[in-house]
């Protein structure tokens, strides 16, 4: 599952089911959603798993040996993408999504349906 958060921690893009062994990069290029960000003018702050990606995703500096300043922007990076880490986390806090008992491509909406009902919750307080 690819998710898409908002600075605030509000999930804002949810993807289909892929295979666990799909790459999250081969995976959000196969879901368009980076060309739609990169449209939509956005940055994205991402993981290491999405260096290369290019166009609106941000990534941390990767390797031994960083200077020190791209030791305090990976840790500044780190810092910003917690809300959007507890999104994800707060997704599979769910227990219908722990053990699936449905086909797989239904899971993209079942985590659709779980983001609106979070957002729910959040606008009720």
Same mark, same amino acid.
């Given at each position: 599952m690819q998710v898409v958060a908002s600075p605030e921690g509000a999930v804002?893009?949810?993807?289909? !089911?892929?295979?666990?062994?799909?790459?999250?990069?081969? +995976? @959000?290029? !196969?879901?368009?959603?980076?060309?739609?960000?990169?449209? @939509?003018?956005?940055?994205?702050? +991402?993981?290491? !798993?999405?260096?290369? +990606?290019?166009?609106?995703?941000?990534?941390p500096y990767k390797g031994k040996g960083k200077l020190e300043s791209q030791k305090r922007a990976n840790r500044s990076h780190a810092r910003l993408r917690g809300p959007g880490e507890r999104a994800n986390a707060q997704l599979k806090c769910w227990r219908i999504l722990r053990r699936l008992r449905c086909s797989p491509s239904k899971a993209g909406h079942m985590c659709k349906a779980i983001a609106v009902l979070q957002h729910y919750e959040v606008a009720r307080g």
């Open positions: 804002l893009w949810t993807s289909g !089911a892929l295979p666990g062994s799909v790459h999250d990069l081969v +995976a @959000a290029r !196969a879901w368009g959603i980076l060309r739609r960000l990169e449209q @939509a003018g956005m940055t994205v702050l +991402a993981d290491k !798993a999405y260096q290369g +990606a290019g166009g609106p995703v941000v990534t």
